[in-house]
């Protein structure tokens, strides 16, 4: 399921018809990479990972975590599953540790885990619309498709680390979800 579906898409972009649509199909799913790549994954889905680690906790790639299904990884020379009854998650930080305090040894783990939220904030939808109207309008113009207010497609400043393709105002909806520093 997408961030945004293609009615939400027309009528942010005022577009009647299906004219369109393959093409708007195209934008509207490029939309959950840009999003989540800020803010971590936003609609729920289960993942499996190898994830590499050991100590306290083991980070899962693609946070915030929801809940994790099956671990697996090295014990000696082989491997162990742990009951998931026996984890404790930290879904925010994406982690999971053990209940009893022991460490997870040094190596590759395979986690299935559900990852994202419970329901799409508003704010991160209107994000999402907003980046699909300035994508659009980046490609075709503000002559394409009248949307009310300033043009928001001839931007002169490049966001470090974004270039042009995402504008402030989305960056500024996203900060209250924004991932921690060395969480991607």
Not at 7 to 15: N, V
Not at 81 to 100: F, M
Not at 108 to 120: I, M, N
Not at 145 to 165: E, K, N
Request: with cysteine.
């Amino acid at each position: 399921m997408a961030l945004v579906t293609l009615e939400e898409a027309k009528r942010q972009l005022d577009i009647d018809g299906g004219s369109h649509d393959a093409e708007l199909h195209l934008y509207i799913d490029s939309l959950d990479a840009v999003i989540e790549g800020y803010v971590g994954v936003v609609e729920q889905r289960v993942i499996t990972d190898t994830v590499s680690g050991g100590g306290p906790a083991l980070s899962v790639l693609h946070p915030p975590l929801v809940a994790v299904t099956s671990l697996s990884g090295p014990v000696g020379g082989g491997s162990i599953s742990y009951p998931t009854d026996t984890l404790a998650v930290n879904g925010s930080a994406g982690t999971v540790a053990r209940l009893d305090g022991c460490y997870f040894p040094p190596g590759a783990y395979t986690v299935t885990y559900t990852a994202g939220r419970s329901e799409v904030p508003p704010t991160m939808k209107l994000a999402a619309l907003i980046l699909l109207q300035h994508l659009w309008r980046t490609q075709y113009g503000a002559t394409r498709v009248a949307v009310g207010g300033a043009d928001d497609w001839s931007v002169t400043d490049p966001i470090p680390g974004f270039g042009y393709a995402v504008p402030n105002r989305v960056l500024q909806l996203l900060e209250p979800f924004k991932l921690p520093p060395g969480v991607a």
